[in-house]
């Protein structure tokens, strides 16, 4: 999603990028969920308030905060700090359920954020995080503070299943990225972009919308439901695991520092997910 988003950037600004991909995104969604629940489920059911804040927070702020962010920095940081979404999470858990994560756990969070940081830098921190600016860094980090905020919403909606939960928070995150768009527009900051500048990033934008919006964020909902906030952040350390592997199919070599570092991350995820399973193997019972 970076590399591709950072490319796109100069041809449609950070805030039309993400006004587009939720439209599109947004339209599926409903079509879906009237498809699979019907044309009651998108009815609000007096949860229009909380629904509407954690779309603004998370689909609207990370939209706005990581693109606007990316602008400025590169997308090897910005895939750095959302490695840092697992130790939030993991945090922030702690403070407001008194969940507070076994060592283990903690172990395989800083396992595989140390296999992030040597996929991501290449075991060269300083000169990964070269040729960026502060404020961007910033940026996306309150983008990835804001979808912490998002993930932690999914167990304030018992009753919904995580196609009604996506949809009934992207409609009003998507309705907040265009009033962020056009204030942005009237201020000067941002415009809007032309037919040409749309369709010479067209498929960025189907990429967007299908991918990265629909199977995406429902994908993410969905792992929330099964696996719990935790477990669902600290699987998303897999990403640039996942990103190198696209790459290496298509002819890049590697260095033996960035395997070890994809190996750590995977070695990582399977011991948490043991470990949990053992947990939960007596409840079964």
Not at 37 to 49: Q, T
Not at 100 to 110: D, E, M, N
Not at 122 to 147: C, E, I, N, Q
């Given at each position: 999603?970076?590399?591709?988003?950072?490319?796109?950037?100069?041809?449609?600004?950070?805030?039309?990028?993400?006004?587009?991909?939720?439209?599109?995104?947004?339209?599926?969604?409903?079509?879906?969920?009237?498809?699979?629940?019907?044309?009651?489920?998108?009815?609000?059911?007096g949860?229009?308030?909380?629904?509407?804040?954690?779309?603004?927070?998370?689909?609207?702020?990370?939209?706005?905060?990581?693109?606007?962010g990316?602008?400025?920095?590169?997308?090897?940081?910005?895939?750095?700090?959302?490695?840092?979404?697992?130790?939030?999470?993991?945090?922030?858990?702690?403070?407001?359920?008194?969940?507070?994560?076994?060592?283990?756990?903690?172990?395989?969070i800083?396992?595989?954020?140390?296999?992030?940081?040597?996929?991501?830098?290449?075991?060269?921190?300083?000169?990964?995080?070269?040729?960026?600016?502060?404020?961007?860094d910033?940026?996306?980090?309150?983008?990835?503070?804001?979808?912490?905020?998002?993930?932690?919403?999914?167990?304030?909606?018992?009753?919904?299943?995580?196609?009604?939960?996506?949809?009934?928070?992207?409609?009003?995150?998507?309705?907040?990225?265009?009033?962020?768009?056009?204030?942005?527009?009237?201020?000067?900051?941002?415009?809007?972009?032309?037919?040409?500048?749309?369709?010479?990033?067209?498929?960025?934008?189907?990429?967007?919308?299908?991918?990265?919006?629909?199977?995406?964020?429902?994908?993410?909902?969905?792992?929330?439901?099964?696996?719990?906030?935790?477990?669902?952040?600290?699987?998303?350390?897999?990403?640039?695991?996942?990103?190198?592997?696209?790459?290496?199919?298509?002819?890049?070599?590697?260095?033996?520092?960035?395997?070890?570092?994809?190996?750590?991350?995977?070695?990582?995820?399977?011991?948490?997910?043991?470990?949990?399973?053992r947990?939960?193997?007596?409840?079964?019972?």
């Amino acid at each position: 999603m970076f590399p591709i988003a950072k490319r796109a950037l100069p041809h449609v600004d950070a805030f039309a990028l993400g006004s587009l991909r939720y439209f599109f995104g947004s339209l599926i969604f409903i079509a879906l969920l009237w498809a699979f629940e019907g044309p009651r489920a998108l009815r609000f059911d007096g949860r229009i308030v909380p629904a509407s804040a954690f779309g603004v927070i998370g689909i609207t702020g990370f939209n706005v905060l990581v693109w606007v962010g990316l602008s400025y920095t590169r997308p090897e940081h910005a895939a750095i700090i959302m490695a840092l979404q697992t130790p939030l999470i993991a945090l922030t858990l702690w403070a407001t359920r008194g969940q507070r994560p076994s060592p283990v756990v903690l172990g395989c969070i800083a396992a595989a954020l140390c296999g992030v940081f040597l996929v991501v830098t290449k075991g060269d921190p300083a000169g990964a995080f070269a040729g960026g600016t502060l404020r961007g860094d910033l940026l996306v980090f309150a983008g990835a503070v804001s979808w912490v905020t998002y993930t932690l919403a999914a167990g304030r909606f018992a009753g919904w299943s995580p196609l009604r939960l996506t949809v009934l928070t992207c409609i009003p995150g998507a309705v907040g990225l265009f009033i962020a768009n056009g204030l942005a527009i009237a201020a000067g900051i941002a415009a809007w972009p032309s037919l040409q500048d749309a369709a010479a990033v067209g498929w960025q934008l189907v990429y967007f919308s299908t991918c990265t919006v629909v199977l995406g964020v429902l994908g993410f909902n969905f792992g929330l439901k099964h696996l719990g906030p935790l477990n669902t952040m600290l699987t998303l350390n897999l990403v640039p695991v996942g990103v190198f592997a696209i790459e290496a199919a298509l002819g890049r070599a590697f260095t033996a520092v960035e395997l070890f570092g994809a190996a750590l991350v995977i070695a990582a995820l399977v011991a948490n997910n043991l470990y949990l399973r053992r947990l939960s193997a007596p409840a079964r019972s």
